[in-house]
């Protein structure tokens, strides 16, 4: 087996070392030596990562048609999604700049860039009562602004205050999953929440437990990650409890769907009829009412 894994081709090679480094490649790939304990974890390490990484890539995207879709953002918590996007830009900044491996972190750039959009979805079709007054475009641009200068800051701070932010992703990563799990606990539903998200992320926080531990060793991000998990188990809890919830209260509703919010009420109006009667010409007798004929006797 081993002259094989020896002679694959030069490519397949390079990918390999690329990716694990010349040690571990040698050791697994060539030799096939899985007794070696280091080299194992970190190729599992590496490969999950890349995992997560391409899944990150698409992880929001089903979340993105289901508001496209309807055309409706009904169920999102804009609060839940601007923590959940500085908590992403924050550890991707983090990570970058302190030359983390790409495999450790390069989710969070897919899943800013996606949750992005999904918060400009979000002020586009169910917009606060503070931009409601706003036209669409006004709140686009308004949005953008806020996006450009929350990344502007994040490349600009010093390393010190970088790191307290990273420590700040912890109440953040709190406070974003909590608006959701309370909207979803009031309405008795998920709305236009992905179960292809969430159980993405739960596997994805499981994975990067792992990788953070073997690669990185980084307390700070770890307990992110932890925490992440944990809240992200509980919105899967909600989409197994309402499951199927809303489908079932629209059947009850009638087959025509529209509900009695939407639908326009008129207010009842009276007609006034006003009839007009010629008055009779002048020498001529008005009718009178009755078929019988009167004549007069002349004597």
Known sequence: MTAITRSLPWFVKDLGVSIVGEKCYTSIVENLDFADIECLKYSISKGLGLGIVVGGSIMKVPQLLLIVTARSARGLSLTAYVLETLSYAITLAYSYR??????TYGENFFLTIQNVVITLLIVHYNPPPSLAARSPAQRTILSIQI????AIALVVLPPSTLALCQIGTLPLSLFSKLPQ??????AKSTGQLSAFAVISQIGGCL?????TATEVGDPIVSAGFALALALNIVLGLQMWLY?????????EAGPIGVSDEKKVRW??????VEVVVPPASPGRASPRPGNRRWSRKVD
């Not at 994975?207 to 990788?211: G, I, K, M, N």
């Not at 207010?267 to 006034?272: D, L, Q, V």
């Open 267 to 272: 207010p009842p109006t009276t007609h006034k």
């Open 98 to 103: 302190n030359g983390f491996p790409f495999s």
């Open 147 to 150: 996006v450009l200068a929350s």
């Open 181 to 186: 799990i309370r909207q979803n606990h009031r």
């Open 243 to 251: 499951w199927g919830k809303e489908e079932k209260d629209e059947l």
């Open 207 to 211: 994975a990067r437990l792992f990788t």
